[in-house]
């Protein structure tokens, strides 16, 4: 297996959107897991209750941070599209590319969705 780090929608005004953004970063989770790589997602575990605020900017940020310290182990940066690509996931992919770790961009073409 390999580290990886997984980019993929999370936050929205609209809680239903975030509900299925959640349900989506499961699924991407899982698709890492089938092919043999361990991925780690900050925003799905950093957004738990009690943890961090995605709607206060000030923690916001420092979750991304946290974030990045990991990017440091991956082997490569996975950014599941189905769904769009969010303004987060365009900073964790600026990030990945300015430490020249590869980008793979994947779908799950409605697999999430069953």
């Known amino acids: 297996m390999i580290p990886v780090i997984l980019e993929s929608p999370f936050g929205s005004f609209d809680k ?3 509900k299925e953004n959640i349900r989506y970063g499961r699924a991407c989770m899982r698709d890492c897991i089938l092919r ?3 991925p780690f ?3 799905l575990l950093y957004t738990q209750p009690g943890v961090l605020n995605d709607s206060d900017p ?3 940020k420092l979750g991304l941070e946290t ?4 990017r440091r182990l991956a082997k490569k940066t996975v950014v599941y599209a189905d ?3 969010s ?7 600026a990030d990945s590319e300015s430490r020249n770790i590869p980008v793979e961009t994947r779908y799950l073409r ?3 969705d069953k």
């Open 110 to 112: 409605g697999e999430w």
């Open 36 to 38: 043999r790589e361990a």
């Open 87 to 93: 303004l987060g996931m365009q900073i964790g992919i």
């Open 67 to 70: 974030g990045f310290i990991w």
């Open 16 to 18: 239903a959107v975030v």
């Open 58 to 60: 000030i923690e916001r």
């Open 41 to 43: 997602a900050s925003h």
């Open 83 to 85: 769904r769009g690509i």
